[in-house]
């Protein structure tokens, strides 16, 4: 298994969308966005598995959307309504159907005017 690799972090105002990629391939069972912001621990934000069953954090319940393109091994996290408390690296989590986690290298995510 490779490791994913997220993009698509950056500077955004408070209210702004961003659009985060994570790309992993191999036979994976779930993919998972987690984030962690200075001095917190790290928590979930979202997961997809293999069958399109998600599940959200209340926090971002309503204003963030995961999803997946098998044809490019690619997931998305679509983020609107951003909030300064989203701030935050954003790591992305392959769960394999061998048991094995992979992590990502993590995308910075800045909320601020």
């Known amino acids: 298994q490779v490791q994913p690799v997220e993009s698509g972090g950056g500077l955004v105002q408070p209210g702004g969308s961003l659009r985060l990629s994570c790309a992993a391939s191999?036979?994976?069972?779930?993919v998972s966005w987690y984030r962690q912001a200075p001095g917190k621990q790290r928590d979930l934000v979202a997961r997809?598995?293999?069958?399109?069953?998600?599940n959200y954090a209340d926090s971002v319940k309503g204003r963030f959307t995961i999803s997946r393109d098998n044809a490019k091994s690619a997931v998305y996290l679509y983020m609107n309504s951003l909030k300064p408390e989203d701030t935050a690296i954003y790591y992305c989590?392959?769960?394999?159907?061998?048991?094995?986690?992979?992590w990502g290298q993590g995308t910075q995510v800045t909320v601020s005017s």
């Open positions: 989590k392959a769960a394999y159907w061998s048991g094995k986690l992979s």
């Open positions: 191999g036979s994976i069972f779930s």
């Open positions: 997809i598995t293999s069958g399109g069953n998600t």
